[in-house]
Structure formats: C-alpha cells, structure tokens
C-alpha cells in the first residue's frame, strides 16, 4: 500500500512505496523538489558523519543541493567523487570510499549517501556493507535505472576482471530517495535504458501497466513528471513486493530478470559497454517473449507488441549477430544459471513469469529470428 505526503518546496504530493522485509524496512519516495526540501530527509539515522558519494558527471549538478539538505541533521558531511563509468566499477574505486571513511576518522554509526545511477548505488552500497562490518546508507538515485531497480532491493557488487557483479552483498538501504527533477539533466539514452527496465515489469507482473505504458510512451520519453511518477511508483511497487516475499532470489525475485539471460549474453558478447544494460535487456525481452510463445506458454502476440513498444522506447529489438552458439555459450556462464543450466523467464499468460530451462534448438530460432 502506498501513502501521499506532502512536499513542501514544491507543493506537490511525493508518495512512498514500502518494502517490507521485517527489521529492514524501509521506504521508497518519489517526488518532484525532494532534492531542494526538507521533508525527504527528516528521521534518518543520527550520526556524526554523513559521507555522499558520488560522481564526477553527477556531483557537479547536484551533490552541493544535497549537502545543504544534510548539513542540519549531521555535524560533518563529507563528498567523494568517484570517476564516472561501469569501467570504474571495481576494488580500486571501491576502495576510495573507504580511503575516504578512514581519513575522515568516520565512525560505525556514520550514512553514507549514494547519489548517482546504479554504478554509484551498487558500490555505496557494498561498500556501506563491509565499512566496520555494516553502516547505514540511503540511495539518492539519480538515472531512471536506478530510481525504476538498481536502487531497491538490496543488491550491491563491484565488477571483477573475470564476471560483472560478482563480488557483492545483499545490503538494504534505509530509505531511497528519487528526486524526478534530476532526470531532466539524463542524456536520452539513458533515459531509454531505464525505460527498458520499467517495461520488463507489464509481462511479469502487470497486464495493466504494459496498457498503460503503451498509452503513455510518448509522454514518457518528452519526461512529463506526471507519467514518469506514475511509471516509477508501479515499478517500484512491483519491484518491493517481489523483494518483500524473496529478498535472496531463492525463486520468484528471478522474474526481475525477464530478458536478462539473453541481454547479458549481448553485453558479454560484444563487450561490457557497447551496449548500454537496459539496451541489451530490450532486445533480449523481445527473444524471451518469442521463446514464451514458441513453447506455447498461451501468450500469442506477446513478442511483436513487446518489439512495437520498446522500439517506441527509442530501444533496439534485434541482438547482434553473434550466433546463437555464442549466445548459448555466454548463458551458460552466466550467473543466474545452474550448474550450466540455462534458466529462462518466460511470460506464462500476460503478467505472470515463469522460470524454467528451454530447448537449446528453440531458445538458437529465436536468436536466429531476432539478431542481425
Ligand atoms: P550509470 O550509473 O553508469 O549511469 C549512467 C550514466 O548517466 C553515467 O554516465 C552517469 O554519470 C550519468 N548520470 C546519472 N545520473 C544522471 C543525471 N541525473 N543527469 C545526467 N547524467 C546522469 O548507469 P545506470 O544505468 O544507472 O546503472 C547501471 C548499473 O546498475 C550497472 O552497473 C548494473 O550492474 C547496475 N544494476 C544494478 C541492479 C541492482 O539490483 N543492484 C539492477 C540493475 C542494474
Ligand atoms: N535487478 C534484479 C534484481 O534486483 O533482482
């Protein structure tokens, strides 16, 4: 269930969505103004030291807004930023949050604050969960990726030479903080990749929605903040309620990765970076929404509406060639398989996902048919 509250520099509602995980709850606020009020940052944990980390394409816009909103809840609030990229995603950069904590002789009770997109979110977080074993820290995200999933539910990791995210903890924020107003400054690109993670959530787990998100693309992508709070709040709702019941991923938070199993053999495939991730999520759901009618999970239709919507996202529906024997070889490792086993999410009837593995003959029609 969701509540409105009010936000006082602009006027407008912001709303918050709950994730219920017991002890760790915490919510999720989505308003316009929350970065130039108060409001958002009343209650959080009292310290002495609040650190915001950031970046340095992020930092510069809006880093000294934040500063201000925290100076009157903590003694020193510190800013570290950190070079903008996935490719800055590892040990090395990690470990100047940590620099950072140390020098500024940082307790076990200080916040840390990760203000930019998933990069910044996934290392604040790890970080936050290894600084003296386990501080508290709040996600200020600032991409539509972020607001939409990287900043819920916990997931953090750096990079490692030989895998993406393979050093990590599940670590919960203490609240998340998604300012609309600072996706103005999102180049379109990115704006469409998050877009492509707002999508995934109509065939797993609302008919309504990919309704919904079909009547309003356009508007979506001129950034209308009436539709972009609207697409934010259903997916993080959706999104919370799937983290309250399986916070780890022993079964149903799988579904989040609806077109990951082939998207990640497209990021692997040509490199970490060609392709942004939520572009390599799009082309990959069009293959798993051809996959799910190909073994006939009664969803006829599901692959060419998914292809007419994401192509109005500004998102690529057709892979790379790579072939489908590259494609079959970099599932396998990836890490959402089993033992080898590739796991697909598969839409079992519109708004209902499946997990289970798939002929490689059928899964290779489909990379045949959409790649290239
Ligand atoms: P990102 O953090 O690299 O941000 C994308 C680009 O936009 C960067 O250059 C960034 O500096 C810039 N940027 C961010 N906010 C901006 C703003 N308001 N205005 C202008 N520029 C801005 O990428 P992302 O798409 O946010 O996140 C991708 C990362 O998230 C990947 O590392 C991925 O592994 C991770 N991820 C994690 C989860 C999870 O559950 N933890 C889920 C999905 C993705
Ligand atoms: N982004 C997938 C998850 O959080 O599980």
Known sequence: MTTAILTPAMGAPAVRVPVALGERSYHILIGTGLLSGDEAWAGLPAARHALIVTNDAVGPLYAPSLSTRLAPHYREVHVLSLPDGEAFKDWATMNRIFDALLEKGCDRKTVLFALGGGVVGDMTGFAAACYMRGVPFVQVPTTLLAQVDSSVGGKTAVNHPLGKNMI???YQPVRVICDLDTLATLPDRELSAGLAEVIKYGPIADAGFLGWLEEHMDGLRRREPALLRHAIQRSCEIKAGVVGADEREG???????????FGHAIEAGLGFGVWLHGEAVAA???MAADLSERLGLGTPGLCARLSALIARAGLPTRGPT????????????????EAGDIRFVLIEGLGRAVVRPAPDDVVAACIDAHCG
């Open 322 to 337: 790579l072939g489908a024997a590259e494609y079959l070889h970099h599932m396998r490792v990836d890490k959402k398989a």
């Open 284 to 286: 990959g759901m069009v």
């Open 168 to 170: 990590g903890a599940f």
């Open 251 to 261: 079964g149903l938070r799988a579904i989040l990765n609806f077109g990951h199993t």
